[in-house]
């Protein structure tokens, strides 16, 4: 039963073999460079968007009980480490990318929640959302999801932890520090109201994600049907050890979230690069994109943005080599 909701409903195998009859129909050679590549394309981009729409739409509903204003209340309960993985957690539940992680993780600041705390929240949330869990799932197994999750959430804390130690409070710039947000109570939202919520969030997240997801599919289309194996397994595969430093740096620069990402992903693991090599690659687009950075830079000092970026950095790079020795046993 659970081979069957990972193949068929998560992985959607039955599309798949739809999207191929189809191209046969109208005389594409599916054997071939270009036609394996459109059955790829079609089939991940249309297989992403349903599941997209699905899992913005369902936790959106959930998100909707949890506001900024009720999530800084909750925060505030709580201190030490028990503080960030409480904040990891709620980073699960919230926006899809870091950009989009940022002003809320401005607005706990602002709030007076320690900085640490805030910064769980900041690594959680793009890298390891609900939405993740699903999608990792449909592709990659639930083993893999599980552990990828998890130890995407012990980065979170154990980043905002060390973040905490340093006591880098000062180096949050002054404008964030002084805004002195109120926590405000909103109305209590109906049924209707969440639901219009959640309607809304899909439209605006499809509309933002979409264009990450057709260029995350077109690369690993080109990746799954036109670069040699053997270049791909050489590089990124056992016999370089130093593939997860490099799939690391080469994903900081890049801008996708996790869904965007994903099909990357998907081609590399095929073409022969390690599960661990991979998954460092994901962490590091969705998590340190360049973008992001920038925004962040005008939040916080150069001190804590460079240790925020190590922090992650390393801890990505650690959990990449760990993939790479578990990958045996998983598989």
Do not use: H
């Given at each position: 039963m659970w081979l069957f909701i990972q193949e068929q409903?998560?992985?959607?195998?039955?599309?798949?073999?739809?999207?191929?009859?189809?191209?046969?129909?109208?005389?594409?050679?599916?054997?071939?460079?270009?036609?394996?590549?459109?059955?790829?394309?079609?089939?991940?981009?249309?297989?992403?968007?349903?599941?997209?729409?699905?899992?913005?739409?369902?936790?959106?509903y959930i998100q909707s009980y949890f506001p900024p204003e009720r999530s800084r209340k909750i925060l505030s309960h709580y201190d030490g480490i028990v503080a960030n993985i409480i904040s990891a957690l709620l980073g699960t539940v919230t926006p899809f990318c870091s950009c989009s992680s940022i002003p809320l993780f401005m607005g706990f600041t602002s709030a007076g929640l320690p900085v640490g705390v805030t910064f769980s929240f900041l690594i959680s949330s793009p890298m390891v959302d609900l939405g993740?869990?699903?999608?990792?799932?449909?592709?990659?197994?639930?083993?893999?999801?599980?552990?990828?999750?998890?130890?995407?959430?012990?980065?979170?804390?154990?980043?905002?932890?060390?973040?905490?130690?340093?006591?880098?409070e000062d180096y949050v710039e002054d404008f964030v520090k002084n805004a002195h947000m109120q926590i405000v109570e909103k109305e209590k939202l109906t049924y209707k109201d969440?639901?219009?919520?959640?309607?809304?969030?899909?439209?605006?997240?499809?509309?933002?994600?979409?264009?990450?997801?057709?260029?995350?599919?077109?690369?690993?289309?080109?990746i799954h049907n036109w670069i040699p194996e053997n270049w791909v397994s050489g590089t990124l595969g056992s016999n370089n050890p130093l593939g997860v430093i490099l799939a690391t740096l080469i994903g900081i620069p890049m801008y996708a979230d996790i869904f965007g990402s994903i099909p990357v992903a998907e081609a590399l693991l095929s073409k022969g690069a390690q599960l661990g090599t991979v998954l460092s690659f994901m962490m590091a687009v969705?998590?340190?994109s360049l973008p992001s950075i920038i925004m962040l830079k005008r939040a916080v000092k150069p001190r804590l943005l460079i240790a925020f970026i190590i922090i992650c950095t390393v801890g990505i790079i650690l959990v990449g080599y760990l993939f790479n020795i578990l990958q045996n046993f998983i598989f």
């Open positions: 409903i998560l992985g959607m195998k039955w599309l798949n073999e739809i999207i191929g009859r189809l191209l046969s129909i109208v005389g594409v050679n599916l054997t071939s460079r270009l036609g394996g590549s459109l059955q790829f394309f079609f089939y991940d981009v249309i297989k992403i968007t349903i599941l997209l729409c699905i899992l913005i739409f369902s936790i959106s993740s869990l699903v999608l990792l799932m449909s592709i990659f197994g639930s083993k893999i999801a599980i552990i990828y999750v998890v130890l995407g959430l012990v980065i979170a804390v154990i980043g905002g932890s060390i973040i905490e130690k340093l006591g880098m969440r639901l219009d919520f959640a309607k809304e969030q899909v439209a605006d997240t499809v509309k933002k994600v979409f264009p990450y997801i057709l260029v995350g599919v077109g690369i690993g289309a080109v969705t998590t340190l």
